[in-house]
């Protein structure tokens, strides 16, 4: 399949959701959406960011209804890489995901305000380190 056409549209699909953005038709005539568009589900989920072959592929934001904010890497329409997510309450993880996990070397934020740093692993999280900020008086 070869690309022959770039394309910028607005489209509404049959489930309500809804893009904008760019897109390219392939020499079969599929249209795909790739470049830079955003995506909003019938539901409220929000994405905007790089396309690649008609997914979520490069850097973008995915932002819930619960106000859970995604910003960092996705591969085919999965956390994937480095980025940062926010969790409704205010804590957050900065890190590396892999496949929409918690995977490797990464700083969590908790409600307190306090950062550990470590190795995370999906839900486990050995041997994390409170990370402190040091400041001297003048």
Known sequence: MSEI??????YIF?????YEGECCRTSDGVVMRK???????????????????????????LT????????GLFRDNMYHGKG???FPDGT????????????????????QGLVWTGMFRNKAALGLKLKVNMVRGM
């Not at 056409?5 to 607005?10: C, D, R, V």
């Not at 568009?37 to 997914?55: F, H, I, L, M, P």
């Not at 819930?64 to 910003?71: E, L, N, Q």
């Open 5 to 10: 056409t770039s394309l910028k549209i607005s």
């Open 14 to 18: 049959p489930n309500g959701d809804k």
């Open 35 to 61: 470049g830079s568009g955003t995506q909003t589900s019938a539901s409220g989920v929000t994405y905007t960011g790089e396309w690649d072959n008609d997914k979520m592929n490069g850097r973008g934001t």
């Open 64 to 71: 819930h209804p619960s106000g859970a904010i995604y910003s």
């Open 84 to 86: 940062t997510y926010r």
């Open 92 to 111: 957050e993880y900065t890190g590396t995901f892999n496949n929409n996990r918690f995977e490797g070397e990464g700083e969590f934020t908790d409600s």
